[in-house]
């Protein structure tokens, strides 16, 4: 995953068609690292996961072309390169685990991010009724060792429409996406045994998107 890390840091310095053109080769060697190491962690997971048998890893990973057409951000090429690990691959519905690779700012993380309406909604009326079992997940050693506090960024400030300030689980019912996230560093990421890692952390996720995942079936 050197070579990775390296071409990304690279790419962002020279983020233009000329210069990827006459870098392609480090391109392909790079995305065939990336491949072959989301293949590795997919053949893990899917030991304790049996919905993501049949996923490969051209399912779950993203082209490195950017859409322009609507940002200001005219830059051709993304920086990073993530795969979406779970059950549909990119496509996967509900709460996804995504591994991120980025220069400095590697994550393996789960949960749900920013979900429709309907979704929030079941989301926090599955925290209300269970707010024991969901405590029980986010505050358990191991969950709190690896990932802390769920993502504060995605909280609002006030309570929610339909539910008082004093509602016991009120400061849980602010959020709008949750998300539990375990930052790697670069060292981390080159070694030998990240895949392993990062299959554990995916473990450890399970409780908490299964919980999601409960919330959004009783929705549909």
Known sequence: MKAVLEFLKDLEQNNNRDWFALNKNRYEDAKAQHEALVTDILARVAKWDSSIADLQAKDCTYRIYRDVRFSKDKSPYKTT????VGKGGRKAQGAINYVHIEPGKSFVAGGSYMPESAGLKAIRQEIDYNLDEFLGIINAPAFVKHFGALEAEWKGKLPPK????????????????????????????????????????????????????????TEE
């Open 81 to 84: 390169m993530g795969a979406l």
């Open 162 to 217: 339909g539910y008082a300030a004093d509602n016991p689980a009120i400061e849980w019912l602010k959020y709008k996406s949750y998300i539990g996230t375990q930052q790697f560093t670069d060292k981390q990421i080159i070694a030998s045994d990240f895949a392993a890692k990062a299959d554990e952390t995916l473990q450890l996720l399970k409780p908490f998107n299964d919980f999601i995942n409960r919330a959004l079936r």
